[in-house]
């Protein structure tokens, strides 16, 4: 199993980012995807969340308005669109992919990707 992120860097204040997740060795489109951050000193928050057809999205009060959540089945990948970044979006952006393969629940997390806002 594999779960990779990517698109992460340094952006202006204002500026937008597109975060992807690319996923292999799961069902994919059996799965719920979410993107969580994590800043520094701070405990993970989940940001954006998507059903596994993609019918049903949920977003932190935070980024609503801001940030999109979508995913393309026939990629493996979820996406994460970022506009009008703040300082206080800087953080550590992690996927995390959560369902049932036959009746085992499995729970994946990729290893993360910067994202800092900052001028």
């Known amino acids: 199993v594999q779960v990779v992120e990517s698109g992460g860097g340094l952006v202006q204040p204002g500026g937008s980012l597109r975060l992807s997740c690319a996923a292999s060795?799961?069902?994919?489109?059996?799965?719920?995807m979410s993107w969580y951050r994590q800043a520094p000193g701070k405990e993970r928050e989940l940001v954006a969340s998507?059903?596994?057809?993609?019918?049903?999205?949920n977003y932190a009060d935070s980024v609503k308005g801001r940030f999109t959540i979508f995913r393309d089945n026939a990629k493996n990948t979820v996406y994460l669109r970022m506009n009008s970044l703040k300082p206080e979006d800087t953080a550590v952006y992690y996927c995390?992919?959560?369902?049932?393969?036959?009746?085992?629940?499995?729970?994946?997390w990729g290893q993360g990707t910067q994202v800092t806002v900052s001028s």
């Open positions: 995390n992919a959560a369902g049932f393969q036959g009746l085992e629940y499995n729970d994946y």
């Open positions: 060795g799961f069902t994919f489109s059996s799965y719920a």
């Open positions: 998507i059903t596994s057809g993609g019918g049903m999205t």
